[in-house]
Nanobody, 122 residues
Framework: QVRLVESGGGLVEAGGSLRLSCAAS????????MGWYRQAPGKQRELVAI???????NYGESVKGRFTISRDGAKNTVFLQMNSLKPEDTAAYYC????????????????WGQGTQVTVSS
């Protein structure tokens, strides 16, 4: 069973920084894409950042230049460094993984973590 476990959310003042982590477990040999989405109350879930196994990245427009995504491929862990946080960054942040292979030969698509709350006070 594949699991995505997030950590690192919390409360921070505007202008501050937080670092989110997401570890994929379940005898995973590889995950082609990992990343983060977020959802604020009353809004649709939106892309924050994704990173492909070859290192290519894609960011949502609102976080470009402030957030940085990285991954440890050997550990199937993805990180999100969030700097210059703004109150509008307040949301539940969800880890995402796609095209996952396990050592047992199983293949999964589009897995989501349970979410971690980020709150930025003004």
């Amino acid at each position: 069973q594949v699991r995505l476990v997030e950590s690192g959310g919390g409360l921070v003042e505007a202008g501050g920084s937080l670092r989110l982590s997401c570890a994929a477990s379940g005898s995973i040999s590889s995950a082609e894409t990992m990343g983060w989405y977020r959802q604020a109350p009353g809004k649709q879930r939106e892309l924050v950042a994704i990173i492909i196994r070859d290192g290519r990245t894609n960011y949502g427009e609102s976080v470009k230049g402030r957030f940085t995504i990285s991954r440890d491929g050997a550990k199937n862990t993805v990180f999100l460094q969030m700097n210059s946080l703004k109150p509008e960054d307040t949301a539940a942040y969800y880890c995402y993984a796609d095209r996952i292979w396990t050592y047992g030969g199983q293949y999964f698509t589009e897995y989501w973590g349970q979410g971690t709350q980020v709150t930025v006070s003004s």
